[in-house]
T-cell receptor, first 114, second 115 residues
Framework: NAGVTQTPKFRVLKTGQSMTLLCAQDMNHEYMYWYRQDPGMGLRLIHYSVGEGTTAKGEVPDGYNVSRLKKQNFLLGLESAAPSQTSVYFC?????????????FGPGTRLTVT | AQSVTQLDSHVSVSEGTPVLLRCNYSSSYSPSLFWYVQHPNKGLQLLLKYTSAATLVKGINGFEAEFKKSETSFHLTKPSAHMSDAAEYFCVVRDSMDSNYQLIWGAGTKLIIKP
């Protein structure tokens, strides 16, 4: 049981390049989230999904797109990277059942855009 | 709208002394509150959570937090700090009316443990 995994762990992009971050969870969770973490700030929600085939915007969605074609995977895309997108990206998932409300986090992806 | 304020960006204590990390929140309804910990270059781990049961919540590694509605606070404490507690701590609120369970994060408090 790997929990939540993220690929890649590190990436350096040039301005204007595109890339996709992959998040995978093996806990059969319905809800999945993408956050970014910047120095001196808490995590900010980019996009989230409440189930396979659904996505919704979070607090800071501009410049990102997401897809949830399979329940276990949640992809975050940057179509044209900008230096402002230099950040650490975290994926999380949670079960829809019960009142646990706990989100389980992946180890993060450190992205630098030059 | 809900928000979270962590009152200290850095807290420095000596090993073996008490820890207090302060958190205030604002929420329109009964909130769920959490503390997460992030060790250097690691992911985030849930320390403890309050979801309208007992107001004094015990978590992992000897941490606990008390929900005080009148003060809109959820401060994190530990009686005796250990070197392994050095990390960044985040106070988080979830509005109980949000069915999609979006979390609002504080800016974090970096806990430094002096030997």
């Amino acid at each position: 049981n790997a929990g939540v995994t993220q690929t890649p762990k590190f990436r350096v992009l040039k301005t204007g390049q595109s890339m996709t971050l992959l998040c995978a969870q093996d806990m059969n969770h319905e809800y999945m989230y993408w956050y970014r973490q910047d120095p001196g700030m808490g995590l900010r929600l980019i996009h989230y999904s409440v189930g396979e085939g659904t996505t919704a915007k979070g607090e800071v969605p501009d410049g990102y797109n997401v897809s949830r074609l399979k329940k276990q995977n949640f992809l975050l895309g940057l179509e044209s990277a900008a230096p402002s997108q230099t950040s650490v990206y975290f994926c999380a998932s949670r079960d829809s059942e019960g009142d646990s409300y706990e989100q389980y986090f992946g180890p993060g992806t450190r992205l630098t855009v030059t | 709208a809900q928000s979270v304020t962590q009152l200290d960006s850095h807290v420095s204590v000596s090993e073996g002394t008490p820890v207090l990390l302060r958190c205030n929140y604002s929420s329109s309804y009964s909130p769920s509150l959490f503390w997460y910990v992030q060790h250097p270059n690691k992911g985030l781990q849930l320390l403890l959570k309050y979801t309208s049961a007992a107001t004094l919540v015990k978590g992992i590694n000897g941490f606990e937090a008390e929900f005080k509605k009148s003060e809109t606070s959820f401060h994190l404490t530990k009686p005796s700090a250990h070197m392994s507690d050095a990390a960044e701590y985040f106070c988080v609120v979830r509005d109980s009316m949000d069915s999609n369970y979006q979390l609002i994060w504080g800016a974090g408090t970096k806990l430094i443990i002096k030997p």
